[in-house]
């Protein structure tokens, strides 16, 4: 959004209002700014988008967390309740199956009733669905209750994102999204610690207090301004749709979750067969997420400055050698040291693809909530499929087979962009 410009005649010499600002025609201001003058506006928008940054990044922190909390507890529950490879997939997959089912109609409902109603729903469900796990007590009342999890995790994504897209001034777009997505990576990779920490100190108080943090988080965001409302071209879903650049954003997205989620459940058992414990497991992730939390912003600024594909294209070629060197690793500390290089290379493709999706979604006149409701329906066919046909291949073939198809995927998708990148630089 570019911020309102005040009339001349607002403004004396020294900043003082000479008089009241007409009310805008649409009745309705995003962030409720009408300071004195042009100079004291940018300060005042920059400050509000600010604010709503830090409030949008901490929410998709909490979120991010919980999704990652499953991961050192993977081996605990396969023991625990006698799984398989491809039952433990299905549970980890739980969490995607209910983001599926939320995508669309999150976005719908952002789209409709705007992104802060949306994310006000999201949490309030994610309240409920943290103190259902915490009661759970065997594997269907889990996969239930991550199920949940995901179902008010796409809601929140949606709102979310779209809150920030459409405040944010668009040259700086990638930039916040990366800020936003590298919190997110944050709390995905702190999860794992929070996991190991929830089965020292309890997992019903852990996730009980999680369900009071997620209440908390709805009333601060209740109390912040509402973002301006979009009004979606005709069509416009229909011409998204058929626009090549918003289907490779939304393939940018399901491609990571993919890999992602057979990541998140092969390594913790892999490094379990070595004699890791939960602490040291999670260890691993952290020391991954922290090194993406740091490169995703980078990423963002290079992608508004540079153009989408190029990071695109050093984190395939990155991930190609990651994912095949993953399905050799043998050793414990191989396998550590490529789970965060994965972590890194595997991470590079969501803050450009999400700001690919914004950039398109915009062009066709697409609301953005309901754009990246989209996407997150695309992401939860990958955190789905992963750790499901992951399972189910390790389970036959040996682990090294779903860690090769990773790789085949990111060089198919590299061979495809590098043929196509003209037309999609143009779209």
């Known amino acids: 959004m570019v911020p309102p410009r005040a009339p001349s005649s607002l403004c004396s010499g020294n900043g003082v209002r000479a008089s009241r600002p007409a009310k805008p025609a649409s009745g309705h201001q995003s962030l409720s700014i009408w300071p004195t003058c042009p100079s004291v506006i940018s300060r005042a928008y920059a400050r509000g988008v600010r604010r709503l940054v830090v409030l949008v990044a901490t929410i998709i922190f909490a979120d991010a967390l919980l999704f990652g909390a499953l991961t050192p507890l993977v081996p605990t529950y396969v023991d625990d309740f006698d799984l398989s490879k491809l039952q433990a997939g299905l549970l980890v997959g739980s969490f995607g199956a209910g983001a599926l089912l939320g995508g669309i109609p999150g976005g719908l409902l952002a789209g409709r009733y705007g992104p802060k109603r949306a994310v006000l729903l999201g949490l309030v469900v994610l309240a409920g669905a943290s103190a259902a796990f915490a009661l759970a007590s065997g594997p269907f009342t889990l996969g239930a209750a991550r199920f949940g999890q995901g179902l008010s995790s796409t809601t929140t994504w949606a709102g979310a994102l779209a809150w920030i897209t459409v405040e944010a001034p668009r040259p700086r777009r990638g930039q916040y999204l990366g800020t936003v997505f590298a919190a997110a990576v944050l709390g995905a990779i702190l999860g794992p610690m929070f996991g190991a920490v929830a089965e020292l100190i309890g997992i019903r108080v852990t996730f009980a207090v999680v369900a009071g943090v997620a209440v908390v988080l709805a009333l601060v965001a209740a109390t912040h301004p509402a973002a301006r409302r979009e009004l979606p071209a005709r069509g416009a879903l229909g011409a998204a749709l058929a626009d090549r650049g918003f289907l490779a954003g939304l393939w940018l997205n399901m491609l990571p979750a993919f890999f992602f989620g057979v990541l998140t459940l092969l390594a913790p058992l892999s490094l379990a067969d070595h004699g890791a414990e939960a602490l040291a497991i999670a260890a691993v992730f952290l020391a991954a997420g922290l090194v993406e939390c740091a490169v995703n912003p980078v990423v963002g600024r290079v992608s508004d400055r540079r153009g989408r594909l190029l990071p695109i294209r050093v984190a395939l070629a990155a991930s190609i050698v990651a994912a095949a060197l993953l399905a050799f690793a ?29 950039d398109r979604a915009e062009a066709a006149g697409l609301a953005q909530g309901l754009g990246f409701g989209v996407m997150n329906s695309a992401w939860a066919v990958g955190a789905l499929s992963g750790p499901s046909l992951g399972g189910a291949l390790a389970e036959t073939l040996g682990d090294a087979a779903p860690y090769l198809l990773c790789s085949t995927l990111c060089a198919a998708t590299l061979g495809v962009l590098s043929a196509r990148a003209r037309a999609l630089q143009a779209a």
């Not at 396998?335 to 969501?350: D, I, P, Q, T």
Request: hydrophobic content about 55%; charged content about 5%.
């Open 330 to 358: 043998g050793e414990i500390w191989s396998v550590s040291v490529l789970v965060v290089v994965g972590g890194v290379a595997f991470g590079g493709f969501y803050t450009p693809g999400m700001a690919l999706v914004s």
